[in-house]
């Protein structure tokens, strides 16, 4: 029977609650110092645009995590391991892959890393674990919501009502060539941009999502609560894209981004922010209702017509680079 | 036998100046005389018919001769998935979700408020589910207990007669909560894996730790995973139909209870009694301690 408990790893603080848990594992091991906005913007996670036809709030959420995280990380440098399982009915052998992801847990606990799981406590989010009881059966963690969450007993690892068993460990961190590194991260983001499938049908990503997200103010089956979470999500995804290609413009010797393209990313930042601010999210249990609908529809497409541009400059700024 | 072949048989009755009555009708198709009497209400305001009683020919008959049964008919299934239909709209506030609601309502003989041209948006739904929600919403306004069979979650079939308490939904799934008399203990139940049921004459058991809003439509913290555990020993004898949270076991003052949020817990703990103590978990204790010392602090220097 043992414990050990992280003093000192903070609570995920960013919306984007896979990039916080991240940046909260790396704050405490020192692996690797890195602003939020750099972290967001480098690993690719900034440009990450995803909706549901009918906004709700699994847009951001709904990717391949394992691969994508695991070569989101790569890009800065930083190498990890992940397990991911879906928890399916009848599934014979998960009790053991249970087993084996708790002790995947309490070694990186043992070596001093908190651990990325999937929803730590009743809130949906990504989170971290900071500690493990054996005599209590309980693992100490670490959420968007509250400073001090209840413990994960161990028998509900893995089990929520989106029953993922999702244990990411951040194992070591090497240096990545910093024109690499933005190189990786713009390339990816023209790709998301541009992606025409993802995932599923109800599902869009990049420009599509714009269109998708337009098409659903004016439907019925409209998600007042998922736009809500939505925006706020993604205001601050822009908010650090904006900064991001801001300091790349900046840093990079390679890439030339102009003027113009920064200033559509500050526009692009202040609009999603401004969206959020009129539609706020108010947590989990109350739903702000979206009104203006005709005029928010607007205000994306303006929105999507610079995201175009800033996309077609980017692709433009890597090909005269090469 | 279904109400389709009792509305023919009357309507031939009536056609042919047999003059069926409750008895007759009641008698020729083994049902009750309130059965009877519902086929007659339901041919009256839901299909139109002219019929009224004639007390010189001791049974009914058609005020209009030239009277004719409508092309199409609506079994009782049917008729409750139409009911089912009406309720899962009426969730909906869009204008056209609601004439549906009416609609629906209306075509399942509840209702008879006027529908206007309506769009119909495309929703899935088994017509199995349907029956089994009329069950068990009937089981619940009737204060009843239900026995049904059900397939869980690991595909094992088993008998249940089960309190029904509520019906709500998550994502496209409609589920119910009640008390399992086989498990002895509160249960969620998806309405879709659930097979034969049936009211059963016995008054629902009511379950002192249910809580209605913890089940409610498409809410995230709907639970499925195992409960925390403590032990709580009072210092006053306590009632156990007033703890709101599910008793394990108990031995004299001490109480093992199961609970899923601390924060509701402790919560209830002051509101019940200041004297209790938390024998265990550990975690628990630190969080009563941490909250009492946030409490001080805010008041700290604070006049009472």
New interface residues.
């Given amino acids: 029977m043992s414990s050990k408990v992280l003093e000192g790893v903070k609570r995920v603080g960013l919306w984007n609650s896979f990039m916080g848990s991240v940046k909260a594992v790396l704050e405490y091991t020192n692996m690797k110092n890195i602003e939020d906005y750099m972290l967001m913007g480098s690993t690719g996670m900034a440009f990450r645009f995803v909706m549901k036809s009918n906004c709700d709030a699994s847009g951001p959420t709904v990717y391949d995590w394992a691969s994508e995280h695991f070569t989101m990380l790569d890009r800065i440098g930083i190498f990890s391991d992940i397990t991911l399982l879906f928890r399916e009915?009848?599934l014979n052998t998960f009790k053991l892959a249970q087993v084996s992801a708790m002790e995947k847990i309490k070694k990186a606990i043992d070596n001093d890393i908190p651990v990325i799981i999937w929803a730590p406590s009743?809130?949906?989010e990504f989170g971290i674990i900071s500690g493990y009881?054996d005599e209590?059966r309980?693992f100490?963690v670490r959420d968007v919501c509250e400073d001090?969450p209840?413990?994960l007993?161990y028998?509900?690892l893995g089990?929520?009502?989106i029953?993922y068993l999702y244990v990411h460990v951040l194992e070591s961190c090497i240096d990545v060539a910093q024109e690499k590194m933005f190189r990786s991260s713009l390339v990816y983001g023209i790709k998301e941009w541009n992606k025409k499938f993802h995932v599923s049908s109800s599902y869009t990503c990049g420009n599509a999502a714009y269109q998708s997200t337009i098409d659903a103010l004016s439907s019925?089956?409209f998600n007042d609560f998922g736009f809500c979470y939505c925006m706020a999500v993604y205001a601050q995804s822009k908010e650090f894209l904006a900064e991001y290609i801001k300091e790349l413009s900046i840093r990079s010797k390679e890439i030339k981004i102009p003027s113009k393209t920064v200033e559509y990313c500050m526009d692009i930042s202040d609009g999603f922010r401004e969206i959020s601010m009129r539609t706020p999210f108010l947590g989990?249990?109350k739903v702000h209702k979206v009104d203006c609908k005709k005029e928010l529809a607007l205000y994306l497409k303006q929105l999507r017509e610079k995201e175009e541009y800033v996309m077609k400059s980017l692709e433009k700024a890597i090909g005269s680079a090469n | 036998m279904g109400n389709f072949h009792r509305i023919q048989w009357i309507d031939g009755a009536i056609k042919e100046k047999r003059y069926p009555c409750i008895k007759t009708i009641s008698e020729q198709f083994e049902i009750s005389d309130r059965q009877a009497y519902r086929d007659i209400e339901y041919m009256k305001y839901s299909l139109g018919a002219p019929i009224e009683y004639s007390a010189k020919e001791k049974g009914y008959l058609y005020t209009d001769s030239t009277f004719t049964l409508p092309s199409f008919f609506i079994s009782e299934e049917e008729k409750a998935a139409l009911k089912f239909l009406s309720i899962q709209y009426s969730k909906i506030k869009e204008e056209s979700s609601q004439n549906l609601a009416r609609l629906f309502s209306r075509l399942s003989g509840q209702d008879d408020e006027n529908v206007s041209q309506i769009s119909i948006p495309f929703y899935q739904f088994s017509v199995g589910n349907a029956k089994n929600f009329s069950t068990v919403q009937s089981a619940i306004s009737q204060d009843k207990k239900l026995d049904m069979s059900y397939v869980n979650y690991q595909g094992i079939f088993q008998q249940r007669t089960v309190s029904p308490y509520k019906i709500f939904k998550n994502g496209d799934r409609y589920y119910f909560v009640g008390y399992c008399h086989l498990k002895q203990d509160l249960r969620v139940f998806r309405l879709d894996r659930a097979g034969s049921m049936a009211v059963r004459e016995e008054k629902r058991y009511k379950c002192p730790y249910y809580d209605p809003e913890k089940y409610v439509d498409d809410m995230t913290y709907f639970e499925y995973i195992r409960p925390y555990k403590c032990t709580i020993e009072f210092c006053e004898e306590m009632d156990e139909q007033n703890i709101k949270f599910k008793v394990t076991s108990r031995n004299g003052k001490r109480y093992v209870i199961e609970f899923f949020s601390s924060h509701d817990l402790l919560g209830w703990l002051f509101t019940v009694s200041s004297k209790f103590k938390i024998i265990e978990p550990v975690w628990l204790k630190e969080k009563l301690k941490q909250k009492i010392k946030k409490i001080f602090s805010m008041n700290e220097g604070e006049p009472l």
């Fill in positions: 009915q009848g009743s809130v949906m009881d209590q309980v100490f001090e209840d413990p007993l028998d509900n089990i929520s009502m029953p019925e089956r989990p249990k």
